[in-house]
């Protein structure tokens, strides 16, 4: 029985042991899976197997290696057979004991030690674990010593279509512009399939839109969605929500299959133009409003949005355009029209301006619908409002005599109240401008009268502000500069420029210039000044000195003779009368004092003292002697009163020397204005006791005698 059927198996078996079983000892492994017995014998299996029948050829091994199948989430009653292990040892000689190890041996895979069957135990899931490496070994039942070396061989998980596909990155979003020419590539997404990609179908994906038509469309294969309708419009519909499917199997029956949404948004362009929400608006201003203030605002709508809805505005047309201009808002995407120049309502109450917005950003490809802009009428009506007063001018220049008569009238300012229900107005003087009350005005008529006399060689302007204050309204007030200009009246005799003193040498020649003199006149006359000069009448025919006046305005007087003598007359006083070119002219005498003096051979002037010439000229020692003992005395008396006063009290001198250096040195700090000037006091360096001042005053610049005669003044 057992050879019967044995043979029955070798009939049936033939094709598979000759290629399995082809050297002996070995082992068979019959694949019991019906269908992978059939699969088996496939023309790739067959190659297989030569291949590797090939390869145990060279190496002489007893095992037959191959690889057993099984179907993966196979879940029958019965574990499932995979495959049968067998060894052509003698079988009968021996018991034979089949061992196996390895991935899942004993827990997923077990193995019959006799009869070498082995069968998967557990569920199997290709997607978990595609394959399972295992050895199997031919043992002594008995002793369990390897009848053969261990051989390896792989159980396969066969695929079954058991996973879906899925969109891994899904929901997806993406935009696509609005009207966009159909065919438009919105998008590709890509489902995956856990199921074996190379083997059958269950992992071979078809796409298909399950919703979102008829906008959109799928290409089967490449999953790229595409616009299906020409020029959807954003303003209409902005989002849109796709459905993809994705099936497997080649999308067909019994295939599995995988959702995901799309949601496609349509991004603006510039479409449509902007438009007015209305056609007129209307605004009110008051006149006196600051220029630069926002009148109001005109909005044109944009069905666009960013960019494409940005229009500018201008002003187009209308009575108004050069007083309001328009400025674009981008923020709002509206138009402020502001003052641009100051409204009088009493001139004109209204304007009509034509305001334009227009797209900044214009799509050529829509431009072709008409202009992407538009036009609105605004009225602005002009509201009156309180104003101050106006004077007739900005600025007002006034011109007054000095000699003018108190309460002259100088000169008038005028104002108005622009309001149609005119104010009368009072004036005033800002006394700030006015500090000495110079001026006074009419409250009424404005008219500038002259409060205190008028100086020019004083003050030449007089800028003062004029104030205009509504009756009805004290608030409303105005302000306007006036600049007074006193003119020049010759009130102002000429004199000596400064104080001459002349000196006479009495060895001088007749015809020489004692001394020039010039004249000054405070006013101020037009033509400049032009002086002239005169002895006085009864000295026309002085014998001693005559005048010559110069080019330069100035005068010379000269000696008539020689032979002056300071024993004769020491001092001669000269009037001379000037007078100046005014209308009518003014004079003054003023008098020149010629002192005779010694002089040297070349006119050097040497002694203008009587009594030093009358110490005789061959002084004996004696008396030099005596002058000089007289100076040192004198010069220690000095001292020491000077000591003593140092001693004693606060020494005077000292004290004031101090005061003064401090008071200069006060002085000469910057800063501090008319209170440095008060500090600064003169007297302190006037020497009002005459502790420095022994020198007598005779009337010559003492300046003149500490330079050239100190001792002879000091010992007179
Ligand atoms: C007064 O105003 C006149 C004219 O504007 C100007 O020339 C002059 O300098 C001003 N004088 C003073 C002291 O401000
Ligand atoms: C001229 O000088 C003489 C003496 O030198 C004097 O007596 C006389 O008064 C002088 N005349 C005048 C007008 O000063």
């Known amino acids: 029985m057992p050879e019967r059927l044995a043979e029955m198996l070798l ?3 033939t094709p598979l042991i000759i290629l399995w079983i082809a050297l002996p000892p070995c082992i068979y492994m019959a694949p019991m899976n019906q269908s992978h017995v059939l699969m088996s014998g496939s023309p790739l299996e067959l190659n297989r197997l030569s291949e590797e029948q090939r390869i145990l050829n060279r190496s002489k091994r007893g095992w037959v290696w191959n690889q057993m199948f099984v179907l993966e989430e196979f879940s029958g009653p019965e574990p499932i057979l995979v495959g049968r292990l067998h060894t052509d040892l003698d079988p009968g000689s021996k018991k034979i004991k089949y061992i196996l190890s390895g991935d899942g041996a004993g827990t997923i895979f077990q193995i019959n030690d006799v009869t ?32 053969e070396p261990p051989s390896e061989f792989i159980i396969k998980v066969q695929d079954i279509n058991d996973n879906a596909p899925e969109f891994l990155n899904g929901p997806y979003h993406a935009t696509v512009p609005e009207m966009s020419i159909l065919g438009t590539s919105v998008t ?104 630069g203030t926002a009148i109001g605002r005109v909005k044109a709508n944009d069905q666009d949005v960013g960019e494409n809805a940005q229009s500018s505005y201008d002003i187009i047309d209308g009575d108004g355009t050069a ?33 334009e917005a227009a797209n900044v950003h214009i799509d050529p490809r829509f431009s072709s619908r008409g202009p992407f802009k538009d036009t609105a009428t605004v009225k602005i009506v002009v509201e009156d409002a309180d104003e101050p007063p106006v004077f007739s001018s900005p600025t007002y220049l006034l011109e007054v005599h000095e000699n003018a008569a108190l309460n002259s009238v100088i000169g008038q300012v005028t104002a108005r109240d622009p309001d149609i229900t005119s104010s009368p107005i009072r004036f005033s003087i800002d006394r700030h401008t006015d500090l000495e009350r110079q001026f006074n005005i009419n409250a009424d008529d404005g008219k500038i009268t002259l409060a205190t006399p008028l100086d020019r060689e004083l003050s030449v302007w ?11 309204n004290h608030s409303q007030i105005s302000r306007v500069p ?145 002058i000089l003992a007289c100076i040192i005395l004198l010069l220690v008396i000095v001292v ?20 003064v250096r401090e008071n200069i040195i006060r002085y000469d700090d910057e800063g501090g204005g008319e209170e440095d000037t008060e500090a600064f006091d003169i007297a302190t360096l006037q020497n009002p006791d005459g502790i420095n001042g022994f020198l007598p005053r005779w009337g010559l610049p003492t300046q003149w005698w500490e330079e050239r005669n100190p001792i002879q003044t000091a010992c007179f």
């Open 116 to 147: 070498g069957d082995i069968h998967a135990i557990k569920r199997l899931d290709r997607e978990e674990k595609a394959e399972y490496t295992l050895t199997a070994q031919a043992v002594d039942w008995e002793t369990n010593k390897p009848l």
């Open 188 to 291: 590709n997404v890509t489902a995956t399939d856990a199921d074996d990609p190379v083997y059958g179908n269950s992992a071979k994906l078809v796409y298909s839109i399950l919703e979102g038509q008829p906008y959109f469309s799928i290409e089967p294969e490449t999953a790229i969605i595409k616009t299906a309708l020409p020029n959807m419009d954003r303003e209409a519909k902005e989002e849109y929500l796709v459905v993809i499917q994705a099936k497997d199997m080649g999308g067909h029956s019994g295939g599995l299959s995988g959702t995901t949404t799309l949601t496609v948004t349509l991004t603006d362009v510039n479409d449509n133009p902007p438009k007015f929400a209305q056609s007129l608006y209307h605004f009110s201003v008051p006149e006196d409003v600051v220029l």
């Open 482 to 626: 006036v600049a007074i200009k006193v003119l020049d009246v010759n009130d102002n005799a000429p004199e000596f420029a400064s104080e001459y003193e002349a000196f006479l040498c009495e060895n001088g020649k007749p015809g020489q210039v004692i001394q020039t003199v010039s004249a000054m006149d405070k006013d101020d006359p037009k033509n400049g000044h032009y002086f002239l000069y005169s002895l006085l009448p009864e000295m026309v025919n002085n014998p001693n000195f005559t005048i010559k006046k110069n080019e330069d305005n100035s005068l010379s007087i000269l000696a008539k003779h020689n032979g002056f003598n300071r024993q004769k007359q020491e001092v001669y006083l000269l009037p001379i009368i000037i007078s100046d070119s005014g209308n009518p002219p003014l004079s003054s005498t003023s008098t020149l004092t010629i002192r005779v003096c010694g002089c040297s051979n070349d006119g050097v002037v040497q002694s203008c003292n009587v009594e030093a010439y009358v110490l005789p000229i061959g002084l004996s020692m004696g008396a030099l002697i005596a």
């Open 323 to 355: 007083l309001f201009e328009i400025t674009s808002d981008a923020q709002a995407q509206d138009g402020i029209i502001r003052l641009r120049k100051p409204l009088d309502f009493e001139t004109k109450k209204s304007y009509t301006l034509k305001v």
């Open 462 to 472: 007089h800028n003062i502000t004029i104030i205009a204050t509504e009756i009805r």
């Open 640 to 659: 020491l009163f000077v000591t003593l006063r140092r001693h004693k009290n606060e020494p005077l001198i000292i004290k004031d020397d101090e005061d």
């Open 11 to 13: 009939d049936l078996w």
